[in-house]
């Protein structure tokens, strides 16, 4: 084999490995709900990640672009129910399984991861990808610039305080906040 010929398998080697993954019919669909202004065309922007095949349940709004990492994973691992208000910039790592109940609402500049790393060699600590879901629970609001860290279930009801990060499950009806999220009060049912 030549150089050009070792050089032309290995480009093509890295492009597989680089979009192998890649969901072109979401990647399309995200491209066009980008393009609308953030704070309009709700309705249109979760039709048009409906029509990518992302699961979005009836009469969900989505104000704004959604920034979505494992895009190879978003057709399986996510799903957001009916009537859900999603504001803009939401950062959505669809590693592992990320389940939005009905009637919830998620603030701008949201995060919800489910990768977790086990903890590596001295050369590299961030070890293997151990994916852990992450359950918002029918009614719940998580405000403005909360991160929702792997494994978390937010009860039905429960509201996160903005910019909280969330470490733990947080229990239906319940008002928790702070750097990590805890207990502020019961709220009313």
Not at 19 to 33: C, E, N, P, V
Not at 116 to 136: D, K
């Amino acid at each position: 084999m030549s150089g050009s010929e070792r050089q032309s398998a290995r480009l093509r080697r890295i492009l597989k490995e680089e979009f192998g993954g890649l969901d072109l019919r979401l990647g399309i669909a995200g491209l066009f709900a980008h393009l609308l202004p953030s704070g309009s065309a709700a309705r249109i922007r979760a039709g048009i990640y409906r029509a990518g095949g992302a699961t979005i349940g009836p009469r969900t709004l989505i104000a704004g672009p959604l920034h979505l990492t494992q895009a190879k994973h978003v057709r399986t691992n996510l799903r957001i129910g009916a009537g859900c208000f999603i504001n803009s910039h939401v950062f959505l790592d669809a590693e592992g399984p990320i389940t939005v109940e009905d009637g919830v609402s998620l603030g701008h500049h949201v995060v919800i991861v489910t990768s977790h790393h086990g903890i590596g060699t001295p050369e590299f600590r961030a070890g293997t990808v151990q994916p852990r879901p992450v359950i918002i629970e029918t009614g719940a609001w998580v405000a403005a610039g909360v991160i929702i860290l792997p494994g978390v279930t937010v009860g039905s009801g429960a509201v996160v305080a903005a910019g909280a990060v969330v470490t733990a499950d947080v229990l239906p009806n319940t008002l928790v906040g702070g750097i990590p999220a805890r207990l502020i009060r019961t709220l009313d049912t």
